[in-house]
């Protein structure tokens, strides 16, 4: 039978310069595994040289080229990102299923490593409903942490989860306007909002969707707070809401937020922000960074006010400004003009500055990231995995009315190795808890163990829409999952049990 290629080819000016050993290199990461399906699969590859050592520095992208090959042709949407330290990111969205994928990895011309690699069985894409019906079994070849510590100190409230105080409760005692109840049930995902705004229900839908058609998760029926600013304030008697954003004078359980969760669906999409791009975007090598502290975003606390008026006083140590007034349109004459950067542009800088808005900012993920060191404001609000993070190991913490700031700022300016060591490891923190196998496997793990707090069954309400799943009249789509059953048969009480 023909074979159809894709080619992706990059180009650059140095790879060539480079004593690159292929053999000596190494490809690895989670789009090798056919049983781990994401929107955008993606792998690594790190060069080394001749004398056994990974690069440090980029090889540039000359030579190297990706092939994704099949019985058929293959639809892809390839993308190769150069990390500036020696590895590179491959990454690229399925448009369709394929039976068996083979993945060839170049340089000049010559296979890396063990090139070409056989991704062996169906090679599901994004949009194909085909759910692995073992819950375990999927968090097994997801290679899932075996817990989250968030997810455990959230779920320490509710031992039980009395789900007919939920609904008789929920919309009474939480502020409704953005809250939507959902029931989960077989597959299907049904939902109510009766709140005036919820249109950010469309994030919750799709990335929800997006699981199902990955895994059969059990039963459950929850509600999910749309807006940003945590609502559980009852800790004595709290009902069990999920948002996006906690605090510690709230009891909400935290999920990761819809922004990260939107660039996981979207990544080589609708959207250019996210956690792979940025790693292929890190501005200069740490010693050429401007030797600044960056800051660009709207008006929405005082202190970003204020921080304005710090840099003014003090350009040689910040560049920093407000991109767009919405909260203090009044002050826009004093603390304007408005000023855009590039999010990209951000680490041309060598200091982050990271700042709440209403609530925690959820560009941190993305400034972690990057290869440069950033600075975070103390806060009582907190995402999925902040408390996972060490002040002072993966970041730098300031006071929250900013008053030590220019103190921390010039610690790092004096001592370069210890902020480049620290800015090293918030990247690496954020290379391993933040890609988007871990965004999926934190949400079905909190399913997992919301569901066993139960204490009645889940139901669909006559007021619920069902969410249906988006059509893919256009790809393939093979569903060939078998549910193996086993029965024991035992001898005590006469039971047969199912595996």
Same mark, same amino acid.
């Given at each position: ?310 840099? &003014?006083? #003090? +350009? /040689? $140590? ?12 009044? @002050? ?122 139960? &204490?009645? #069954? +889940? /139901? $669909? ?12 009249? @256009? ?25």
């Amino acid at each position: 039978m023909q074979l159809f290629t894709v080619l992706f080819f990059l180009a650059s000016t140095n790879a060539a310069k480079k004593d690159i050993d292929v053999r000596k290199s190494f490809v690895y990461g989670p789009a090798f595994d056919a049983d781990i399906v994401l929107p955008v699969r993606y792998f690594y590859i790190q060069l080394v040289d001749k004398r056994g050592k990974n690069l440090t520095s980029s090889a540039g992208k000359e030579n190297l080229n990706v092939v994704y090959s099949s019985r058929d042709r293959v639809r892809v949407w390839p993308d190769l990102l150069d990390r500036n330290d020696g590895s590179y990111i491959a990454r690229f969205r399925l448009m369709e299923t394929y039976q068996d994928l083979t993945i060839s990895v170049k340089f000049k011309n010559e296979h890396v490593a063990d090139s070409p690699y056989l991704v062996k069985g169906q090679v599901y894409h994004e949009q194909c409903n085909c759910p692995e019906h073992d819950t375990n079994k999927w968090l097994s070849d997801m290679k899932c942490p075996n817990s989250f510590g968030q997810i455990e100190r959230d779920l320490a409230n509710f031992p039980i989860i009395d789900i007919k105080q939920l609904r008789n409760e929920g919309f009474s005692r939480l502020d409704q306007t953005a809250l939507c109840h959902y029931s989960l049930l077989k597959g299907k995902l049904y939902r109510r909002c009766p709140g005036s705004i919820t249109d950010f229900k469309m994030f919750v839908d799709a990335f929800m969707l997006s699981v199902l058609r990955k895994v059969e998760l059990p039963d459950v029926e929850f509600f999910a707070n749309l807006g940003d600013w945590p609502l559980e304030k009852n800790m004595k008697d709290p009902l069990p809401v999920i948002s996006w954003c906690g605090s510690e004078d709230t009891a909400d359980i935290i999920w990761p937020t819809y922004d990260l969760t939107q660039a996981t669906l979207e990544t080589l999409g609708r959207q250019t922000l996210d956690m792979m791009s940025v790693q292929g975007s890190t501005g200069p090598k740490w010693k050429k960074k401007l030797n600044k502290a960056v800051f660009r975003g709207r008006d929405s606390r005082q202190e970003r006010l204020d921080l304005v008026t710090m840099g &003014r006083k #003090k +350009p /040689e $140590i910040y560049d920093v400004a407000l991109s767009n007034f919405f909260f203090f349109p009044y @002050d826009e004459k004093k603390y304007g003009p408005k000023n855009t950067m590039s999010f990209f542009d951000f680490f041309k800088y060598k200091y982050q500055l990271n700042i709440d808005g209403t609530v925690a900012a959820y560009r941190f993920p993305y400034l972690l990231v990057g290869d440069s060191l950033v600075f975070k404001q103390d806060s009582s609000y907190y995402e999925h995995f902040y408390k996972d993070l060490i002040p002072g190991k993966h970041f730098v913490p300031f006071k929250r009315d900013l008053s030590n700031l220019e103190e921390k700022i010039l610690w790092a300016r004096n001592n370069d190795n210890e902020a480049q060591k620290i800015a090293e490891a918030g990247r690496t923190f954020a290379r391993d808890n933040l890609m988007p196998d871990k965004i999926y496997c934190y949400v079905v793990s909190l399913f997992k163990e919301y569901a066993k707090r139960q &204490r009645q #069954k +889940p /139901e $669909i309400h006559k007021d619920m829409v069902l969410v249906e799943q988006p059509k893919d009249r @256009d790809s393939r789509c093979a569903c060939n999952r078998v549910q193996k059953v086993l029965f024991l048969y035992a001898k005590f009480s006469g039971s047969t049990f199912r595996f």
